[in-house]
């Protein structure tokens, strides 16, 4: 009996260690030095009676560098370096560089794709109340804003992804009730998306 019962806690303990927690998916979506995910977005807002639709990529690098690339409709570029914002369309030439305002809901996916993306759980942490949960073939973390006004709904983020995979789903709801959903491909990494993304970071700083 002390044998079997011994060898299932050994069992139970492996099951455990194996099981995703916000740490080990945290360090999943990371790079070691930059990172391309393709998404496709889609906003179902309350106003208009056509949901709009995007895609393109979004690259993140150590230590606290995004940028956003859509490529449809219209080509747009947005990076957060730090706490800079820049922000570029070359189809009306608009360009802004400001800072980064974290408590603002419209750059909510912004700043939970950038904590995301480099492994800022810290950030995560300071700006929202995190429940993370799994089950046999899945997990999802859920994010609620701190911050909000009194007379309305905190901003919410969900997670999600496959058992001992990066996201492959972002859903953002603002106190509004309008929402974004991202749907994710797998992180690539390497060599030449890093000069990829040096390459757009550094066009984009040139306008």
Same mark, same amino acid.
């Given at each position: 009996m002390k044998k =079997? =019962?011994? +060898? +299932? #806690? =050994?069992? !139970? =303990?492996i099951g455990c260690l194996a099981e995703d927690s916000i740490?080990?998916?945290?360090?999943r979506m990371?790079?070691?030095t930059a990172v391309q995910i393709a998404y496709q977005e *889609?906003?179902?807002m309350g #106003? !208009?009676?056509e949901d709009w639709q995007g895609s393109g990529y979004l690259y993140a690098a150590v230590p606290n560098t995004m940028l956003k690339q859509q490529l449809k409709p219209d080509r747009e570029m947005m990076a957060a370096e730090g706490r800079q914002l820049i922000y570029y369309k070359p189809a009306n030439q608009t360009y802004h560089h400001t800072q980064l305002d974290e408590s603002n809901p419209m750059m909510a996916s912004l700043v939970a794709f950038k904590a995301m993306l480099t492994g800022n759980l810290v950030? +995560?942490?300071q700006l929202y109340q995190l429940k993370f949960s *799994? *089950?046999?073939s899945s997990w999802k973390l859920e994010m609620i804003a701190k911050e909000h006004e009194s007379d309305e709904a905190p901003l919410k983020i969900i997670m999600q992804g496959m058992s001992a995979q990066a996201a492959n789903n972002m859903q953002v709801i603002l106190p /509004?009730? /309008?929402r974004s959903i991202y749907v994710l491909s797998q992180p690539q990494q390497g060599r030449a998306i890093q000069q990829h993304m040096q390459e757009l970071l550094q066009s984009l700083k040139s306008h």
């Open positions: =079997s =019962s011994a +060898l +299932l #806690l =050994s069992f !139970f =303990s740490e080990t998916v945290m360090q990371k790079p070691e *889609t906003r179902y #106003l !208009f009676d950030v +995560l942490r *799994t *089950t046999k /509004d009730g /309008d």
